[in-house]
């Protein structure tokens, strides 16, 4: 190689060092070729880290990226902006709204499903390092003194806790305006549920004409013939000036007739948002096929406005179709259930900011958000701000000016609506040397927001810090959980970030409105050492030994209304085998029975009494019930009425529950239509009544039991009959009165309900009372806990079983003016029973917690697909059937745990 | 380490100097080129990191650098091979050890590339029928450059074979042809008579050739960071990434931004890794020839991604009997290139498509060729239509190779016939830059060389200060975010 001056090695060496020199040198950034040398810090490292790729750094070698984007990405990520990390420190907390802690970290509401789902979160957000942080409140109304008259939320505070007791019956909306990050809806989704699971639903709320975009979900969006349609974005180069307000996007037709298709299941209200104009449009609205009206988008006046367009929607409507003709502009539709509820607007544009959402027309922005009646609006954008200042496209100033705009659109449009600015989130940057780095500017942004939320009266969130601070969209790019344009959480990512923000919101709702009764454990409690021998027992079954394990549920109109133990057995006895329906009350035919495959009838004349209420000492069969027959009533209990699956040489024994008194008649019983001979007579004569079990053995699966009662003699009494089969398996038997409590158990003739019970070899015994209780004004507790205590001791002792408690479900009452409270002793109960378990050495599951706490009875009415009865007592069978499973969930985790030898987690959910 | 960024620069600049400094003895010469192509790609493995982050057990070791340990292993058997192939003139023997080799480095790129899509493929077709088939995937790495190592390797034993290269290379020789740095991740595909003849002589490097290198790399760092990826995160990503949310000009305008992208991309590339073996004193092949000013399709390929297009013409299309065999088998030769040509690019029967469409569309040329006989060089008009009607083609079927799959091919098909008017979402920088590459890639070529020239004709210094300029503009004008090469998947 020459080394004349022209030479090669010259020239790399002289562009080294012009490079080095230019770099270090007091010069604007944009001419300096590598601006990190002159970053603070010694050179050394800095060389180091520009002559070293990442990977030899000992940080993880970057992964190409995705030939194409994630399924979940939202589209045009590219030309989507990021965000960056923060100097934030998380561990800081507000400033200013700061209240009272409150117990947990909001999880205490949630529903049995949605605790499990918030709990794997909760984990995850541990191994990634983010951070549950408190909304700053700030302040929308000051004193003249200064003094906060009113926090940045408590719009919302308030509309929330009005639904909560019942005032309200208006939605409560949320309006939440933002950027590609929103535009899936995976953050607001996770949001929206948990509000609605907790405050009960007012519907979806807006929808588009059709969806914005071909990637991500298509949930906040109809279905449109999209080639008639032109859409218009306030983010297009050439977005529809002076026509669009919040909703940011104009759907036009001017053609033939377009239509667009909507989902109404569950809801009774829709509203059209459109563009009133000058000119002949029209839109037919049908609802599931048939034509219902036509709404004209004329305007009176000159000039084009937003407008809106109320429609009602038959019960059970499933499609809404709107078609339009002629020159037609429309903004979106909201659809509503038109009950009091949380309605949650997301409005996510891609490439969103402050700035375009300020290019939206301002009296359309004004009137559709008035016409929104909003109890909050979010403003949820900043990434792409971050990303424009980064590349010096816009200033920090304009940034502000433009948030500063913003926020004062929003609090004059809507002066009594509460306000919340997020940050954006941490995102990432490859460079060109192919390393990956935490993007600036987004910290910068996050400050500015931060100043204008609080200047602007309104709550602000630090999503950034929330995320885990600066360099988190690194660790969760390692961890699945961004995209590899680091701009983008995943799904997970984002229900994650969604449940950080919606648990933030139920804290600073707790702190204004404390539960009135104390949030009960959720999870099965103490189930080592309680469970032990039972799970035993079932390790065993699972694992092949050929036994038998008996449970017996004890308990009121939950339990009698089988659903729940249908649930329960159906799952158990799938795991375990089936052994057998169990035991089944005399009584009428009930349709609650069919699902089990058992009819029962009562023809002539009997009597079914029960024990509620009737003097204590009486002989009652197991579920507190007795049929008495007159001479001639005929009675039959079937069981496996048309089931299949079982081999019809089951061998099994049915066995025949029944009372014998001195004058009782000796009933004429058939099984399967065979008569039985009469029992001998005891040896002594009766001296008063007793419980007479008589034992079939039975082959194949379907059997019946008829009891005749004799013309010419006296009566005769039957209690129940059971069925169970000679196979390894479980019974779950349910025994229930409804109305009952444990006083009534307590009453009952305590020899004769041992015997009974301990003839059905139960290993573990479930009690299902309180509900009942909760409803007596003046219950004592001492005597609840007390007699209760001593009732299933007793029963434990007698069939040496171990026992489980549930608590009572979340019962209200309605009071004169309809409004729902509370059951009286509710709180009472929910304290007691849990000292019951204890005192008598019983494992305890809380249903109420499992159903989510506080006013969750209303929560569970409210659901689209009612859980929860209208009688706010009981539930439905759908309600009853999620409740069980969640139970179920929670058993099998213990049993899970106790079998890989450890101590039992508290639940499959846990407990907050 | 991607040759486009600034870690890759520095590395040159160090291997460089390294380099000239004992570039007259051979074993340190061969010695730091070959530490520097090891260096270079266990950079692609998790070996750094490993060793880096100290989580060094046998076993990690191993999973860690299994791409390397592939690629020794291939060298090693090919070596073998290639040396019994010296050492034998029995014809049957050696058509054996050839057969061998080729069985070897097609086994190799099956098992690690294609098995997962022959996995899928019987799954989706025997599944039905009731034949069981694995439904899990096998998760098999693909080692970086593997495509390419497989046809180099093979180039190298087939020309011994057939006499084109000698037997008498050592293994280090061997192994650095293999992996020599400036072109092991993406080529251009060299073949062992250009480049292992070289490495026993001593290298010179004129201060033309140098400058002439440092030029070729510069230009190549422009179209790559510049126009390529601009285009790329610009139009292409966003519009190929939901085409339902743009108009059908916008998608016509991203196909076509594609189209231009990958050749920026491709080619600048090439121009980098054939200016750094320049630096050493190395000559590559030329592997592009402004293929989009080409006047049929034949001249396309013959001016596109040209060291693969030869491979397959010397080492598939004429075995195969070329063009002397009779007509129905010379198209059925021209088929057979261009589909296992397409699925060369990758693992997904799409390629494979796009391969078939593109050797139709050869069939139907050449059978007009037959049909008409060959016309002599078109006038202006003739060839304009001619660049025209092959552009639109490979415009239109480049979108099967940039969809993720046919059905997302489908819908931006439909999509872009769909007739809706409007541009609203093509920026200003979009259009500049499409109006760069158009221009740039019909430019006469005596445009390049007078810059060349003057680039040349400057003092040390001034060199230096344009090639700053020039970092300063890419840095300025390009994405943030560097891309990978769209070839290094391949």
Request: hydrophobic residues 45%; positive net charge.
């Amino acid at each position: 190689m020459s080394l004349k001056p022209t030479s090669t090695g010259w020239t790399l060496a002289f562009t080294v060092l012009l490079t080095v020199g230019l770099s270090l040198a007091p010069l604007p950034e944009k001419f300096r070729p590598l601006p990190s040398l002159r970053q603070e810090g010694s050179l050394g490292p800095k060389l180091v880290a520009l002559a070293l790729p990442a990977s030899l750094r000992g940080v993880k070698a970057p992964r190409p990226p995705a030939d194409t984007m994630a399924p979940d990405a939202p589209p045009s990520a590219l030309a989507e902006a990021d965000t960056a990390g923060a100097d934030t420190d998380p561990q800081a907390g507000p400033d200013v709204g700061e209240a009272p802690a409150v117990p947990g970290i909001g999880l205490e509401e949630l529903s049995a499903p949605t605790l499990a789902n918030a709990l794997e979160l909760e984990a995850l957000r541990e191994r990634m390092g983010a951070k549950h942080v408190e909304i700053e409140l700030n302040c929308r109304k000051a004193r003249a003194d200064g003094a906060c008259e009113e926090d940045g939320l408590a719009p919302l505070m308030r509309a929330l806790g009005d639904l909560r007791s019942d005032t309200r019956r208006t939605p409560v909306r949320v309006v939440h305006l933002g950027d590609s990050l929103i535009a899936s809806d995976y953050i607001t989704d996770v949001v929206r549920d948990r509000l609605q699971e907790r405050f009960g639903s007012g519907g979806p709320g807006f929808l588009y004409i059709h969806r914005l975009a071909s990637a991500g979900r298509a949930t906040r969006a109809g279905t449109a013939s999209t080639d008639g349609w032109k859409m218009e974005r306030l983010v297009d180069t050439h977005w529809p000036k002076d026509r669009v307000g919040w909703t940011g996007v104009a759907f036009s037709t001017s053609g033939p007739s377009q239509g667009t298709r909507f989902s109404v299941e569950g809801s009774r209200q829709a509203e059209l948002f459109f563009l009133a104009q000058p000119a002949n449009g029209s839109v037919q609205v049908s609802v599931d096929g048939k034509p219902t009206q036509r709404i004209q988008t004329r305007a009176f006046g000159p000039k084009a406005e937003a407008a809106f367009a109320r429609l009602k929607l038959p019960e059970g409507a499933k499609t809404l179709t709107l078609t339009a003709s002629g020159k037609t502009e429309l903004h979106g539709v909201s659809l509503e259930s038109g009950t009091p509820g949380v309605v949650y607007d997301t409005v996510g544009l891609l490439g969103g900011m402050a700035e375009v959402y300020l290019r939206a027309q301002p009296a359309a922005f004004r009137a559709q958000l008035r016409h929104r009646k909003p109890s909050l609006v979010v403003l949820m954008v900043g990434g792409n701000e971050a990303f424009f200042l980064s590349r010096e496209r816009t200033t920090v100033d304009e940034v502000r000016a433009q948030m500063k705009a913003l926020v004062s659109r929003v609090r004059t449009s809507v002066p009594d609506a509460a306000c919340l600015v997020m940050s954006p989130i941490d995102a990432g940057v490859r460079t060109m040397s192919g390393e990956l780095v935490t993007r600036r500017h987004s910290a910068q942004v996050a400050a500015v927001f931060r100043e204008e939320a609080r200047q602007g009266g309104c709550a602000y969130y630090d999503t950034l810090a929330a995320m885990g601070g600066e360099g988190s969209a690194l660790k969760w790019l390692e961890s699945g959980l961004m995209l590899e344009d680091l701009v983008h959480p995943r799904v997970r990512g984002s229900n994650l970030l969604g449940h950080l923000f919606d648990l933030a919101l139920q804290r600073a709702f707790a702190r204004t409105h404390p539960p009135r009764i104390p949030a009960d454990m959720s999870g099965l409690q103490n189930a080592t050492p309680a469970l032990k021998r039972t799970f035993e027992s079932l390790a065993r079954r699972e694992s092949g030994a050929k036994l038998r394990v008996g449970i017996a549920q004890l308990g009121a109109s939950h339990t009698a209304a089988h659903f729940f133990s249908d649930t329960v057995r159906g799952a158990l006895t799938k795991r375990f085998g089936d052994a057998g329906r169990g035991f089944i009350a005399a009584g009428k035919p009930s349709p609650r029975l069919e699902a089990a495959h058992v009819a029962r009838t009562l023809d002539g004349p009997w009597t079914v009494e029960d024990a509620k209420g009737a003097a204590p000492g009486g002989l009652w069969g197991l579920t507190g019930i007795r049929a008495v027959g007159a001479p001639g009533a005929s009675l039959g209990i079937s069981f496996c009425e048309g089931c299949d699956g079982r081999k019809d040489n089951t061998p099994g024994r049915l066995d025949l529950y029944a009372l014998d008194a001195p004058d009782a008649a000796a009933p004429e019983i058939r099984v399967d239509g065979e008569l039985i001979a009469p029992e001998a007579p005891p040896p002594e004569p009766l001296t008063k009544p007793t419980v007479r079990i008589r034992s079939f053995p039975v082959t194949g699966p379907a059997h019946t039991v008829q009891v005749t009662v004799p013309e010419g003699g006296g009566s005769a009494t039957v209690l129940g009959a059971s069925l169970e089969y000679d196979t390894p398996g479980l019974v779950y038997d349910a025994l229930g009165l409804p109305g009952a409590t444990a006083f009534t158990a307590r009453d009952m003739d305590a020899p004769a309900l041992d015997a009974q019970l301990t003839a059905r070899r139960p290993d573990l015994l479930v009690f299902w009372y309180g509900t009942n209780e909760a409803e007596l004004p003046g219950l004592d507790a001492g005597a609840l806990r007390q007699d209760y205590a001593a009732l299933v001791s007793r029963l434990r002792k007698a069939t040496g079983a171990e026992c489980l408690l549930i608590g009572p479900t979340d019962r209200l009452q309605q009071d004169a003016d309809g409004r729902w409270t509370e059951a009286p002793s509710l709180g009472k109960v929910l304290a007691t029973l849990p000292q019951v378990a204890k005192d008598a050495g019983c494992a305890y599951w809380s249903a109420r917690a499992a159903m989510g706490g506080e006013r969750s009875m209303q929560r569970w009415q409210r659901q689209p697909s009612a859980l929860g009865h209208v009688d706010g007592v009981h539930l439905t069978q759908a309600g009853y059937a999620v409740l069980a499973n969640a139970f179920v969930k929670d058993l099998m985790a213990a049993y899970e745990s106790t079998k890989k030898g450890g101590e039992p987690t508290a639940s499959a959910a846990g407990a907050p | 380490m991607l040759s486009h960024s600034l870690h890759y620069v520095i590395f040159v600049i160090a291997v460089f100097a390294l380099y000239w400094a004992v570039h007259r003895h051979f074993w340190p010469r061969m010695g730091v080129l070959l530490v520097a192509s090891l260096v270079l790609y266990t950079g692609f493995t998790q070996l750094p990191t490993l060793i880096v982050q100290g989580n060094v057990t046998p076993q990690a070791l191993l999973l860690a650098g299994l791409p390397l340990l592939i690629f020794l292993a291939g060298v090693t058997v090919d070596h073998l091979l290639v040396k019994g192939l010296g050492r034998t003139d029995r014809p049957g023997v050696r058509k054996l050890l050839v057969v061998l080799s080729i069985v070897s480095n097609l086994g190799m790129l099956a098992g690690f590339k294609y098995l997962e899509l022959l996995r899928r493929t019987a799954l989706a077709v025997l599944g039905p029928w009731g034949v069981e088939v694995r439904p899990e995937p096998f998760h098999l790495l693909l080692p970086v450059g593997l495509s390419f190592f497989v046809f180099q390797s093979i180039s190298y034993t087939v020309d011994v074979y057939r006499g084109k290269a000698s037997s008498e290379h050592s293994f280090i020789e061997h192994l650095l042809y293999m992996l020599f740095f400036p072109r092991v991740v993406s080529g251009p595909i060299v073949r062992a008579s250009e480049l292992m003849a070289h490495f026993r002589q001593v290298p010179t490097l004129s201060p033309d050739d140098g400058g002439k290198a440092m030029f070729r790399i510069a230009v190549g760092l422009v179209k790559k960071l510049i126009i390529a990826d601009v285009l790329g995160s610009g139009i292409v990503d966003p519009v190929f990434g939901s085409p339902e949310a743009y108009s059908s000009a916008e998608c016509a305008v991203a196909a076509v931004a594609y189209t231009l992208e990958l050749y920026y991309d491709f080619s600048g590339y090439s121009d980098i890794a054939i200016g750094v073996a320049g630096l050493f004193g190395f000559k590559f092949p030329e592997n592009f020839a402004r293929p989009y000013l080409a006047k049929n399709l034949f001249e396309f390929w013959n001016r596109w991604h040209m060291s693969l297009s030869s491979w397959l013409r010397d080492y598939l299309y004429i075995p195969l009997g070329g063009n002397r065999r009779s007509k129905p088998r010379v198209l059925f030769n021209l088929m057979m290139v261009m589909v296992l040509g397409g699925l060369w690019h990758g693992a997904d029967w799409r390629f494979a498509v796009w391969g078939a469409v593109h050797g139709v569309a050869l069939c139907a040329v050449r059978c007009w060729w037959w049909f008409r006989g060959k016309q002599p060089e078109p006038g202006p008009v003739r060839a304009g239509m001619g660049i025209l009607a092959t552009f639109t083609l490979v415009v239109l079927t480049r979108v099967v190779f940039r969809a993720p799959d046919m059905t997302h091919a489908g819908e931006f098909y439909a999509r872009m016939l769909a007739g809706i008017p409007g541009l609203a979402n093509v920026g200003p920088l979009v259009w500049i830059m499409l109006a760069v590459a158009i221009i740039a890639h019909t430019l006469p070529m005596k445009v390049y060389d007078q810059t060349a020239l003057a680039f040349l004709k400057l003092p040390a210094p001034a060199r230096a200060v344009v090639l700053v300029l020039i970092g300063l503009g890419i840095r300025q004008l390009s994405t943030l975010e560097a891309r990978p090469y769209v070839y290094l998947q391949f």
